[in-house]
């Protein structure tokens, strides 16, 4: 078994050579910091990939914290579930294969964070199947990409932004593994 850094490591190497869509050290730091400052205690994460958001999230939740992370292809799943049991995080982090949106009504959990990193345009779809579930007053919400596929989720962006049930900020970065792309992270807290 290695250290969650030597995995997170060993696959931004990965990111890097492939040019995988992954989260890695740049976007990485911020969201140490938002579970650093918010200390969530269960995580729902939609978009699994390899596995490196919920390594990056999960070794840095509480001993009793969780992350529930949604993954739509099968065998991309079944990578993440051998980076995750590299990283010695299968305890506190479980993979549900299948489409988010029939998944999440499905879900039996409260979360205290929602990370969004799957389909763009799907994002204010996710939301509001989170909200039905019951995403309490204080919930985080963070949404990956929002300014390479601002168009793809125009609509996520103006009811976080404008509803009145979020207070919301957006900070800027720049696309993991791709020189010199503009990107953005929006965080949400959920204020009513």
Known sequence: MAKPS??????????????????????????????????PKNILEVGTLYGYSAILMAQRLAEDGKVVTIELDRLIAATARKNIAKAGLSDKIDIVVGNAVELLPKL?????????????????????????????????IVADNVEVS??????????????????????????????????????????T
């Open 150 to 191: 601002k168009n793809e989720m125009l609509d996520y962006l103006k009811y976080v932004r404008l509803s009145g049930l979020y207070k919301s900020e957006t900070i800027e970065t720049r696309l993991e593994f791709t020189p010199n792309v503009r990107d953005a992270i929006e965080v949400s807290i959920k204020v």
């Open 108 to 140: 039996n959990m409260k979360f205290d964070l929602l990370f969004l990193d799957a389909a763009k345009n799907e994002y204010l779809t996710y939301l509001k199947l989170a909200e039905e579930k019951g995403l309490e007053k204080g919930a985080i």
């Open 6 to 39: 030597d995995v997170l490591k060993s696959l931004e190497k990965t990111a890097n050579k492939q040019f995988v869509p992954s989260i890695g050290p740049i976007k990485g730091k911020i969201i140490a910091r938002i579970i650093k400052r918010y200390n």
